[in-house]
């Protein structure tokens, strides 16, 4: 499985703003000894393989927050922020959670490439399923 580099870009803004540029390229570099694919520019189109980004966010948990994984709940957190205030604020503006939830799946084929997500609902409750 991949995942596509727009979850990078995330990751790379949050890092960046947190712990600074020069920090964010050196943990690039220390990576990129055993994936080459840190040491070249990454788009949002990139496919990264996920043992290697799951890789840069742990090597991130380790070295500047000093192996608190409740960091990831922040970057969740914040990364729902930045779609929830750009990309899909028109759902939120006019409070559609119903078509919000219509178009998760291309959320999810934004960021993967394999797996399917699938929403349903009952007693006015979206229910979300990732199959493979």
């Keep these: 499985m ?11 803004q949050f890092l960046e703003t947190h712990i600074g540029t020069s920090q964010f390229e050196s943990l ?10 840190f040491g070249h520019p990454i788009l949002p189109s990139t496919l990264i393989p996920a043992d290697a980004f799951l890789a840069l966010n742990e090597a991130a948990v380790e070295r500047f927050f000093n192996g608190d994984q ?4 922040t970057w969740g957190e914040k990364a729902a922020e930045y779609a929830l205030t750009n990309s899909y604020k028109v759902f939120i503006k006019g409070r559609d959670w119903k078509g919000f939830t219509l178009v998760m799946h291309r959320i999810w084929n934004m960021y993967f490439d394999r797996g399917e997500l699938k929403t349903d609902y009952r007693d006015e409750c979206a229910h979300i399923h990732i199959h493979g």
């Excluded at 727009?6 to 990751?11: G, S």
């Excluded at 690039?28 to 694919?37: F, I, R, S, V």
């Excluded at 409740?70 to 709940?73: A, D, R």
């Design 70 to 73: 409740q960091i990831y709940w």
């Design 28 to 37: 690039l570099q220390e990576l990129a000894k055993t994936c080459p694919l």
């Design 2 to 12: 991949n995942v596509k580099g727009v979850a990078f870009l995330a990751r790379k």
